[in-house]
């Protein structure tokens, strides 16, 4: 399974970008690189995912390296809710499970 | 609200009991996935079922099982229960039962303590 490397914690000011940064130097040609975030006491959520070009939707923004080793998550006005863990997830081509990380704390001050 | 519902929230019990954690997925999805979160391992892929149908299996214990029934919820059973157990079991679904590009919704998960 090839694996990403994130770091363990950032913070941001509420209405500021944040730009979290994944490494995944090991990734195949076909895996998707997915993003899901946990909020205190909740199940995994749903972000973004790309293969090969940048993708926006309503929640964020995904930027991916053109050799794709790396991404970067964009949230462009973060607010407090924003505050979770943060996993940058190569997605199994054959399995289709979700390997996740330790992931990325994102703290969000007002 | 992610539409995936699991049962109960809360669970204690006690050790070489068994109990049972159940998962309705969103309306349409074929597949579940059930994940272990514990303080040590972090987020741990179970089993993947697929209308009905065992799809794959990851760190499972062998005391562990789990099935798909025909309206497409699922149970994840888990027998002779050691303190190390003790985790939170999220259930998650998708639309189909490949496709990288899917994905997958989680429910709040089910608590489970064993005392």
């Known amino acids: 399974d090839a694996k990403t490397t994130q770091p363990n914690s950032m913070e941001s000011n509420e209405e500021e970008p944040v730009h979290l940064p994944c490494n995944h130097s090991?990734?195949?040609?076909?895996?998707?690189i997915h993003w899901y975030r946990q909020l205190p006491s909740q199940g995994p959520e749903y972000v973004i995912h790309g293969l090969t070009s940048n993708v926006n939707n309503r929640m964020a923004s995904l930027a991916i390296a053109e050799d794709r080793k790396s991404s970067t998550l964009i949230l462009h006005r973060a607010t407090l809710r924003d505050a979770a863990v943060y996993y940058c997830i190569l997605r199994d081509s054959i399995t289709d499970k979700l390997i996740f990380g330790t992931g990325t704390r994102l703290q969000v001050f007002p | 609200d992610s539409g995936v519902t699991q049962t109960p929230k809360h669970l204690i019990t006690a050790t070489g009991q068994r109990v049972t954690l159940r998962c309705s997925p969103r309306s349409g999805d074929l597949s579940v996935y059930w994940y272990q979160q514990s303080l040590d391992q972090g987020l741990q892929f179970l089993i993947h079922?697929?209308?009905?149908?065992?799809?794959a299996k990851g760190n499972i214990l062998e005391r562990f099982s789990a099935q798909q029934f025909p309206d497409l919820h699922s149970e994840l059973n888990l027998s002779s229960l050691e303190l190390g157990d003790s985790a939170l079991y999220f259930c998650a679904s998708s639309r189909s039962g490949t496709g990288r590009n899917q994905p997958q919704h989680f429910g709040d998960g089910t608590r489970l303590s064993i005392l």
């Open positions: 090991t990734i195949s040609g076909t895996d998707y």
């Open positions: 079922y697929y209308n009905g149908e065992e799809r």
